[in-house]
C-alpha cells in the first residue's frame, strides 16, 4: 500500500499541492485508495454484461457480414443471416497445429477457444482460423477486405489475453477509480507526470507488468481489432474481464511517464510501445489520420510484411484497397499513402523523413516503411495536421512513385557547409534565430515543437531551458543519466519541471550526423546533408503543425522529381 516506501513523517514521496496546501502525495494516495476500496465493485464476467444487454441486442445491418460463424460446434452460414455474432481477437501460437474440421484445415487453438465461450453464451463466434478458410486464398482475400466491417458489426469483441486475472481486474479497476478522484485532478493540474504514474499504476504494480508482457499487444492485427467496437472486453483464461476502455485509460498517464523519464523503460516496455497503446484511446474515434495509425501500428509486428499495411485499413478508413499478398511490398506501402493523400490525408508525411533516400528504390523516396518507424525510439509529441489542398492538374515525373502536392518557398538563396549539431546551434545563434526557432529546426520533427512540449509539461516558454540543457547535454556539461525529471522531499512538485528529459531526447538525435542549414526567400530548414546536386529548392509541404509550423521539402533541379531531404521550416515574416 506505502508504494513510496514513506517512514512516519520521514517522506520520500514528493509533495503535492490540493486545493490551497501542499501535502504529501503518499497521504493523498492512500485516502483516495481507501475510497476506491470502499466501493467493494468488481467487472462483471463479459457473458454476464452481454446477457443483461440481451433484450437490447440487434444484428448490425451497416457492415458488411462474415461468411461463416461457429455456434454449437459447427460452422453456420453467416453472410445471408441477420443473426448476432461476437467476434475474437487473439494472438495465434508461434507454431500452430492444424487439423481437418468440416471440410477445412483449422487450428487446434481456434477450436479450443471456440469450446471454451460457446459453454459461456449461445451466440455464434468468429474466429479467424476457424470461420476463414485458410486454404481458399481467393475466399481469404474477400473475408479480409470485410475485417474492419466484421469487428464493427458484432454485438461484442472478446480479446484473449492469458495473462490477465483476479489481480488484474483489480488492480486497473482501482487504477482507473482513483483517476476519478480529486487526488490524481490535482496532479494532473500540475503536470505532474510521475505522481500521475504512481497513482494510476499503483506503484508500478506487477499485475499491470504481466498484463502489458502479453503479445495480445505487440501484434500488428490486434491494434484494429481491440478498437472498432466500442463493447470491446480484454478476456483472461478463466474469463476475467476487463473492459479494454479502463485500460487504455490507465495507459495515458502511463505514456506521459514513458516519454518523460530518461530511462527508456517502463513496466517492462519502451516508450515506443506506451506510445502504441495508448493512440488505441484516439483509434476508437471515427477516423485516424495515416501518420497517427503508423506511429501506432507500425511500433507492432506481424508474420507477413503486407499486413502492416492491411491491418491499419480500418482504422484510417482505407477499406477500399484491397489485401493482394501477390504485390512486392514496396507497391503495397507506396499504394497506402496515395490512396489517404487522394483523400487528403497526408499526415503520414510526418515519417517521411526517416526514409534513405540513398539506399531505397526508385518511387520510395518520401514513403515510409515500418522498419524505420520501429526503430525510432518514440513518436515526436507534436501531431502535424494535414492542411486542405485546393483541385490541380497533376504532373507526374515517371511510371512509379507518390504524387504530392507542395508550393516552392523559392530557390536555396545561401546553404552551410555540413557541420556537426554543436557548430549548427552556434551558427544560427549568430544568424540570428531565437531559442525557440533553433530547437523547432533541429528536433521539432524528432522530439517536438516548443510550444507543444510547452503545454506537454504545464509550463510556458521553455524553449531557452530546453536549448540550453539539450547542449549541455551534447557538450558534456551535463550528464545524460543525471536525474532531475521528479522532485522528492519537502517541495511540491513545481508545474513546468517535466521537459528534462525532452532535451536529454533531443541531444541524442544528430549524434555522429553532418547537418546543413539551407536558407530560400520564403524560410529556412536544417537537414542532414545529402545527395543532391546543384541548384535547390524548398517546397512547403500539406502539413502543419496547429500553430501553423510546416514540414518542408529539399528538392534539387537537377532532379526535380526526387525527394532529397525533409525538415521543419522556420517562415520568413514576408513569405506568401
Not at 451497416?62 to 443471416?81: H, Q
Not at 502536392?405 to 549539431?421: C, K, L, N
Request: net charge neutral.
Amino acid at each position: 500500500m506505502n508504494i513510496w516506501k514513506c517512514e512516519n513523517e520521514r517522506h520520500q514521496c514528493g509533495r503535492m499541492v490540493e486545493g490551497d496546501a501542499a501535502i504529501p502525495r503518499c497521504r493523498a494516495y492512500l485516502r483516495d485508495h481507501k475510497k476506491v476500496a470502499e466501493r467493494k465493485t468488481a467487472y462483471l464476467t463479459w457473458h454476464r454484461i452481454i446477457k443483461n444487454a440481451e433484450s437490447n441486442v440487434k444484428a448490425a445491418t451497416t457492415y458488411a457480414r462474415p461468411r461463416n460463424c461457429i455456434r454449437d460446434g459447427k460452422l453456420v452460414d453467416s453472410a445471408s443471416s441477420a443473426e448476432p455474432y461476437i467476434a475474437i481477437s487473439y494472438v495465434w501460437d508461434t507454431r500452430p497445429s492444424f487439423k481437418e474440421w468440416e471440410g477445412r484445415r483449422v487450428t487446434e487453438q481456434a477450436l479450443h477457444i471456440a469450446d471454451r465461450l460457446s459453454k459461456r453464451t449461445s451466440y455464434a463466434l468468429w474466429i479467424d482460423a476457424i470461420c476463414i478458410d485458410q486454404d481458399n486464398e481467393p475466399a481469404k482475400m474477400v473475408e479480409l477486405a470485410k475485417m474492419a466491417d466484421i469487428y464493427r458489426g458484432a454485438t461484442a469483441v472478446l480479446c484473449i489475453v492469458p495473462e490477465i486475472d483476479q489481480t488484474t481486474s483489480r488492480v486497473v479497476e482501482y487504477g482507473t477509480g482513483m483517476m476519478n478522484l480529486d487526488g490524481f485532478r490535482a496532479l494532473e493540474y500540475a503536470g505532474d507526470t510521475h505522481g500521475m504514474y504512481m497513482f494510476a499504476s499503483q506503484g508500478s504494480n506487477k499485475a499491470l507488468h504481466e498484463l502489458f508482457s502479453s503479445r495480445w499487444w505487440t501484434r500488428a492485427w490486434t491494434f484494429q481489432e481491440a478498437v472498432l467496437n466500442r463493447v470491446t472486453f480484454l478476456v483472461g483464461e478463466k474469463e476475467e474481464t476487463i473492459p479494454i476502455s479502463d485500460v487504455l485509460k490507465i495507459s495515458h498517464p502511463i505514456s506521459r511517464r514513458a516519454a518523460t523519464q530518461k530511462k527508456d523503460n517502463l513496466l517492462g516496455q519502451l516508450s515506443s510501445f506506451w506510445d502504441s497503446v495508448h493512440s488505441m484511446s484516439d483509434a476508437m474515434k471515427v477516423y485516424m489520420p495515416l501518420g497517427t495509425a503508423i506511429s501506432s501500428v507500425w511500433r507492432r509486428q506481424s508474420t507477413v510484411t503486407h499486413d502492416m499495411a492491411y491491418s491499419l485499413l480500418g482504422v484510417c478508413r482505407l477499406e477500399t484497397i484491397t489485401p493482394d499478398y501477390r504485390l512486392p511490398v514496396e507497391k503495397v506501402f507506396a499504394d497506402l499513402v496515395e490512396k489517404a493523400s487522394s483523400k487528403g490525408d497526408f499526415s503520414w508525411l510526418r515519417w517521411s523523413h526517416l526514409v534513405d533516400r540513398d539506399a531505397t528504390c526508385e518511387g520510395m523516396f518520401m514513403v515510409p516503411i515500418p522498419a524505420t518507424v520501429l526503430a525510432t525510439p518514440a513518436s515526436a509529441i507534436t501531431e502535424w495536421r494535414s492542411v486542405e489542398v485546393p483541385q490541380m492538374s497533376v504532373v507526374r515525373g515517371g511510371a512509379v512513385g507518390v504524387c504530392i502536392p507542395h508550393r516552392s518557398t523559392g530557390v536555396v538563396r545561401w546553404q552551410s557547409q555540413p557541420e556537426d549539431i554543436k557548430k549548427i546551434i552556434n551558427m544560427l545563434q549568430k544568424l540570428p534565430y531565437g531559442p525557440e526557432d533553433i530547437w523547432n529546426l533541429l528536433f521539432g520533427l524528432h522530439v517536438g515543437l516548443a510550444c507543444d512540449i510547452d503545454r506537454a509539461v504545464g509550463g510556458s516558454g521553455l524553449a531557452q531551458a530546453l536549448l540550453h540543457l539539450a547542449t549541455g547535454y551534447i557538450n558534456g556539461t551535463f550528464r545524460l543519466d543525471d536525474s532531475v525529471d521528479d522532485l522528492v522531499g519537502d517541495m511540491p512538485y513545481t508545474r513546468g519541471y517535466g521537459f528534462t528529459a525532452y532535451a536529454s531526447m533531443a541531444a541524442k538525435v544528430w549524434r555522429n550526423t553532418q547537418l546543413v542549414v539551407m536558407r530560400s526567400q520564403g524560410g529556412t530548414t536544417v537537414v542532414p546533408t545529402h545527395s543532391g546536386t546543384g541548384q535547390a529548392r524548398l517546397h512547403r509541404l500539406p502539413v502543419e503543425s496547429y500553430k501553423g509550423t510546416c514540414l518542408c521539402l529539399v528538392v534539387h533541379d537537377s532532379t526535380k522529381f526526387r525527394a532529397s531531404a525533409i525538415g521543419v521550416m522556420v517562415e520568413n515574416d514576408h513569405a506568401g
